[in-house]
């Protein structure tokens, strides 16, 4: 990843994690690794444990950063959650979902959109 994706990406996260401690998550683990990929945020809001993806665009050029989070990307990310559920050993009855925060960085400041529950676990 270049530099200047890479310095987006952060600055995208780092607005998303505090946009979310505003409203109220508590932030359980960022950029949660294993072998089949990566979660950018695992947060708690109330009593759901929410797994976060989030896309940051300086540009329209290239769609809007939710349009991102294709169905295999979402695929991805429902197995990566499996896997961290499994190895925290908690069970599926826990209320789980997957949230998407759009930051697009435009000349007259940040624009965040929180999308709750943008798709299910299937």
Known sequence: MG???KALG????????????????????KNYRCFLGE???????KGTLVFVEIKARSSAR?????????????RKLIQVAKAYMAERHLGEAIATRFDVVAVQLTPSGPEIELIKDAFQMG
Do not use: C, M, T, W
């Not at 979660?39 to 809001?45: K, M, V």
């Open 10 to 29: 952060d600055r995208g996260e780092d607005l998303a994690v505090r946009y979310l401690l505003k409203r109220g998550y508590k932030v359980i683990e």
């Open 62 to 74: 290239f769609g809007l950063p939710q349009e991102a989070v294709s169905p295999f990307k979402q």
């Open 3 to 5: 530099d200047n994706r």
């Open 39 to 45: 979660i950018d945020l695992i947060a708690r809001d």
